[in-house]
């Protein structure tokens, strides 16, 4: 257990919360329903997932947004306490590229299965969605960048 959390650049999930979010996640059997859900055809992709799903919720809570970045939680006294390997980016990218439509159709339903548990369980009224409508321009080919609509701009994309 851990007693002493530094908050320094090598223990950077500190910062976001991260032990309350993956307590969250534990306490509402995320990954119980994940591992009981969630089958793959290989064995050895199979005896893997959890890992590699920890690994990519861990760097999902605390913002990363590029594989290569995984590499600052290999380190992390937090992320070992969660007994969470953090593999190197290629051997998690690898592991993305097992998904079949099949598992990620599994995986959709999944996070309904969630979404529904969790709202039945906060007792909600009802939701409120907030999308940011704002564009970014970007130049050259970036990750996650797509042609949209610019309303500066009419009739091009951007």
Same mark, same amino acid.
Request: hydrophobic share 40%; charged share 30%.
């Given at each position: 257990?851990i007693?002493?959390i ?10 976001a919360?991260?032990f309350?979010l993956l307590?969250?996640?534990? /306490?509402? +059997? ?5 591992d009981h859900?969630?089958? &793959?055809?290989? #064995?050895? =992709? !199979? ?5 590699h ?8 809570f605390?913002g990363?947004d590029?594989l ?5 939680l290999?380190s992390?006294p937090?992320?070992?306490e969660?007994?969470?390997? /953090?593999? +190197? ?8 590229g097992t &998904?079949?439509? #099949?598992? =990620? !159709? ?23 969605i907030d ?9 050259g ?10 309303p500066k ?6």
């Amino acid at each position: 257990m851990i007693n002493k959390i530094e908050f320094s650049a090598r223990n950077l999930n500190s910062n976001a919360g991260f032990f309350l979010l993956l307590e969250h996640a534990r /306490i509402n +059997e995320i990954f119980d329903l994940i591992d009981h859900d969630l089958v &793959f055809e290989t #064995k050895s =992709t !199979q005896k893997t997932k959890m890992n590699h799903i920890k690994t990519m919720l861990c760097g999902n809570f605390i913002g990363i947004d590029k594989l290569d970045r995984l590499k600052l939680l290999q380190s992390d006294p937090l992320v070992n306490e969660f007994a969470i390997s /953090i593999k +190197e980016p290629e051997t998690v990218s690898r592991f993305l590229g097992t &998904f079949s439509y #099949k598992t =990620t !159709q599994w995986l959709r339903e999944i996070i309904f299965k969630l979404f529904r548990k969790l709202m039945r369980k906060s007792k909600l009224k009802s939701i409120t969605i907030d999308i940011d409508s704002s564009e970014v321009n970007v130049e050259g080919h970036q990750e996650w960048a797509v042609k949209g609509y610019n309303p500066k701009k009419p009739g091009k994309c951007c």
